[in-house]
């Protein structure tokens, strides 16, 4: 073992120690930690000043009681978090999620990622991540607002558009985030446009918020097809998930020529030979608000699958690109070998850390391309920052505008993951070329900032 190999053990081995059982927050400190190497050879100065022991650790983490009433009366107890995880690059940024799988562990796996992502966007912002345990399922419009009113009575104090911006993420989206700014406004008696993104476009938001992050996967993914000689034109493509960032990157797939036959939900999947019906997805899914076996029984030539992932749609297709969009660990080793039998040249990331550590290996054993979420899915924060701009200059831009800033920013992404893999000596690697320009830019601004 290098001496760096041994100082990144020895660093990791005090992480599982000092965060026993957030194995999620192990795996996304593992996943940047194994692209470290040959970086801290080059750079004795990030051991000296104990970079990555100061990463490791959050600059606050923040976890309080959320009390909210039912319609019927009944008093429910919540926790929510806020992890304001590194602000060497600007105000922390990232998401809130709600959903009941959520534990202090999770949110750290998230503002970890959101660091290096958020710098990878080369926009002026930190990395934090958010959320509560409340699931938001079958819950009424009435009890979502009384439980955001409650979430941000105590949540405001720790917020500002100049110390940590907010956003949705699984389980908020449009409609949380208005009832979440609206108490933040009420409380702090200011119209502080720039403290929360993913407004209403005509309360503050931006243009293309919503499509961002779905649209932004497939610019990055065909970036990454254009390099390898190829596109999106006349493939065949799986997106798992049927939210935000899976709607607007099957949209984006269709525009580009490709066809998605298979999404999904936490209750199964559908196969669509002849291309997911958008409106129809969305009718079910934005509109109904129902399970996505509904969307079969009203199209006839889809074939509903129970309790099954996406990934299963390759025994039934020759499946070309694969685009995790759905959720954390959802695609692993035995999908991996499914999706690489049915001929897949490239699984692109459109949600947080969706593939295992083992089907990564396995994907890049097959030289099947691997774009990983911090660079893949940075057009959603990075439309945020935009948001933020726009609220700061008290401006709103067009769609068009909007949308060529975005395309451009996932090309740079793209350039620079696929520069430093280059420059590494590792050309084709996206997962290290994200890791090292994402961790070199945060970590020369904490040198540069001193001890602290
Ligand atoms: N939750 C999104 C993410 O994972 C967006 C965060 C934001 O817009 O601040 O990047």
Redesign the pocket.
Known sequence: MSPSAKQIDKVFQQVISRNPGEHEFHQAVREVFDSLPTVLSRHPEYVEASILERLCEPERQIIFRIPWTDDAGTVHISRGFRVQYNSALGPY?????FHPSVLLGTVKF?GF??VF?NALTGLP?GGG?GGSDFDPKDRSDAEIMRFCQSFMTEAYRHLGDRVD?????IGVGRREIGYLFGQYKRIANRYESGVI??KGVTWGGSLL?TEA?GYGTVFFAEHMLRAAGTSFDGTTALVSGSGNVAIYAIEKVHELGGTVVGASDSSGSVYDPDGIDLDLLREVKEVSRARISSYAEQRPQAQYLEGTRVWAVAQKSAVDVALPCATQNELDEDDAATLISSGVTAVVEGA?MPTTPEAIRRLREADVLFGPGKAA??G??A???LEMQQNATRDSWSAEYTEQRLSEIMENVHTRCASTAEEYGIPGDYVAGANIAGFTQVADAMLAQGVI
Do not use: F
């Open positions: 940024k990232g998401g809130l999620r998230l990622e959101q992502k912002i991540k911006v907010p956003a949705g993420d993104t993913g918020r992050t947080n899915n940075a959603g924060v439309t945020s920052a």
